[in-house]
């Protein structure tokens, strides 16, 4: 592509995300700008659309994808609209940001690469946005070196205040916990080949009927494993933590101690609350990376593939929590279009 002008790009999805994003490629990033956004709920487009110069607001995404105002598409509407969002990019070979989960399921996953396939060429970077966060950046780095040795284990904690009211346990796995799959899987660089859910007795400050927390156990191709506790209703803030546990020391992020005080006889500092203070560096600098790629006609960042192979985890680990205990992942062999990747 290699454009001098700005990217021309269209939101599809003006909620909490989408709002977000609007924001951050109008008022932070350079190279693009917004020219549309798009929401079932025409009030909500107009609304975000309003504070941003030259940026119209629609209610069907096919409509503007075929506008030749647009360069570019982020998709941050709903996991279940992202399917035909993406095919409709394919059918005008835009390339896409795809806030994650890719697509809810492996078996629509699996539809959304073989379109790209057809394409001949990525066109999907998957907002999997930990891949962006300084913390997350260093750590693998680090354990590239191979300094520390062979990774053994990794303990990652994630937590939230509160979920949403239309939260289930299984978006426990497959909305929260699909961030960790991919994390694993991006500073292991090995694929999960089964997960455990555990499930101790649901904490009283959890909505009537959620199992949360959970424990997740994910075991790897490379014979490390990943576990994560997932607690969506912990109350008190935002955490994600990650220990990488190796063969000659250990590695830890995530504890946040940007700022210590000492007063009154205590020590302490403060939590994020949520997820948009805790990584807005890493959203920032996704979303800029997916600019200058898609400006210098290139694709880069997590793929289809690493939508497709999270989706197939979470599914087997949502499995796993409804029928109890251990349920193996069935991966698709890996398509020629994404094996140059690490
Ligand atoms: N990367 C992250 O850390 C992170 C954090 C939160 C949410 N997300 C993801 O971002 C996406 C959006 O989440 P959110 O919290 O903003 O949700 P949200 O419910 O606040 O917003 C979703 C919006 O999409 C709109 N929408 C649904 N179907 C549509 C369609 N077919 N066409 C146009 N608009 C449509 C809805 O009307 C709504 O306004 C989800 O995929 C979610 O998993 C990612
Ligand atoms: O969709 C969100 C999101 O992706 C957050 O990063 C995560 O912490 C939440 O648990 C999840 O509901």
New binding site residues.
């Given amino acids: 592509m290699n454009r001098r002008e700005p990217l021309g790009i269209a939101v599809?999805?003006?909620?909490?995300?989408?709002?977000?994003h609007v924001r951050r490629i109008d008022r932070v990033i350079s190279g693009a700008r917004v020219a549309a956004v798009?929401?079932?709920?025409g009030e909500?487009?107009k609304a975000v659309a309003a504070g941003v110069d030259g940026c119209t607001a629609h209610?069907?995404?096919a409509e503007v994808m075929a506008s030749a105002d647009v360069d570019a598409v982020l998709?941050?509407?709903?996991?279940?609209?992202?399917e035909?969002?993406l095919l409709t990019a394919f059918a005008h070979d835009l390339p896409v940001l795809c806030?994650?989960?890719l697509t809810p399921d492996a078996a629509s996953a699996l539809r959304v690469m073989e379109a790209e396939q057809a394409l001949g060429h990525r066109r999907v970077q998957v907002?999997?946005?930990r891949r962006y966060d300084t913390e997350y950046v260093r750590l693998k780095a680090l354990l590239a070196t191979g300094q520390l040795g062979r990774p053994l284990m990794l303990h990652n904690r994630h937590r939230n205040v509160a979920s949403?009211p239309f939260f289930t346990s299984s978006m426990l796995i497959s909305?929260s916990v699909?961030?960790e799959v991919d994390a694993t899987r991006w500073l292991l660089g090995h694929e999960i080949t089964a997960v455990t859910v555990l499930r101790p007795v649901p904490s009283s400050g959890a909505p009537e009927g959620l199992r949360d927390p959970q424990f997740v156990v994910l075991e790897t191709d490379g014979g490390a494993l990943s576990d994560v506790e997932i607690f969506v209703n912990c109350g008190f803030g935002y955490q994600v933590q990650a220990e990488a546990v190796c063969e000659r020391g250990t590695a830890r992020i995530g504890d946040g101690h940007q700022l210590v005080t000492n007063m009154a006889g205590r020590w302490g500092g403060t939590i994020a609350q949520d997820?948009?203070e805790r990584?807005a560096q890493a959203?920032d600098a996704e979303v800029q990376a997916w600019v200058d790629a898609t400006r210098r006609g290139e694709v880069t960042g997590p793929s289809t593939w690493d939508g497709y192979a999270a989706a197939a985890v979470c599914e087997a680990g949502v499995r796993a929590l409804e029928e109890g205990g251990r349920a193996t992942v069935e991966l698709a062999e890996k398509p020629a279009l994404y094996r140059a990747e690490a």
């Fill in positions: 599809i999805g003006a909620g909490r995300m989408g709002a977000d798009v929401d079932l709920d909500r487009a209610t069907d995404a998709v941050a509407s709903s996991g279940p609209a992202h035909a969002a806030e994650k989960p907002g999997f946005m949403p909305d699909a961030h997820w948009t990584f959203y």
